[in-house]
Nanobody, 117 residues
Framework: QVQLVESGGGLVQPGGSLRLSCAAS????????MGWFRQAPGKQRELVAI???????TYRDSVKGRFTISRDNAKKTVYLQMNSLKPEDTAVYYC???????????WGQGTQVTVSS
C-alpha cells in the first residue's frame, strides 16, 4: 500500500531549529497535497502547513514567518523547516499525503518535537 516515513524530530532549545522530512512510498501514481499536522497532549490535531501539487501553500497563523514547507516531487518527500522554535510548538508532528488524484489519504507515524530549555 502506501507508507509515509517521518524523521527529524528531537529536543531543541527555544529559538532553535529543526527540519522534518516525510517520504512517501508504495502504490503512488500521483502525489497531490502534502502537509504537516501536530498534536499536543490533551489537544486536538491541528493543521501546521499544506503544500499542493501546484505549489500553493497554507500555514496556520502561529507559524507564519518561522516555518517553511517544501516538497521534492522526484523523491515524493515533504519537508518542514522549523526556525525560531517556541515551547508552544512542542507536539507530535504528523505528515499527511493525499495521493492518486486525491482519492487516498495517508498519515505518517508521527515524530516528537520538544522545545525546552
Amino acid at each position: 500500500q502506501v507508507q509515509l516515513v517521518e524523521s527529524g524530530g528531537g529536543l531543541v532549545q527555544p529559538g532553535g531549529s529543526l527540519r522534518l522530512s516525510c517520504a512517501a512510498s508504495g502504490s503512488i501514481f500521483t502525489v497531490d497535497d502534502m502537509g504537516w499536522f501536530r498534536q499536543a497532549p490533551g489537544k486536538q490535531r491541528e493543521l501546521v502547513a499544506i503544500i499542493t501539487s501546484g505549489g500553493s501553500i497554507t500555514y496556520r497563523d502561529s507559524v507564519k514567518g518561522r516555518f517553511t514547507i517544501s516538497r521534492d516531487n522526484a523523491k515524493k518527500t515533504v519537508y518542514l523547516q522549523m526556525n525560531s522554535l517556541k515551547p508552544e510548538d512542542t507536539a507530535v508532528y504528523y505528515c499527511n499525503a493525499r495521493v492518486n488524484l486525491r482519492l487516498q489519504d495517508y498519515w505518517g507515524q508521527g515524530t516528537q518535537v520538544t522545545v525546552s530549555s
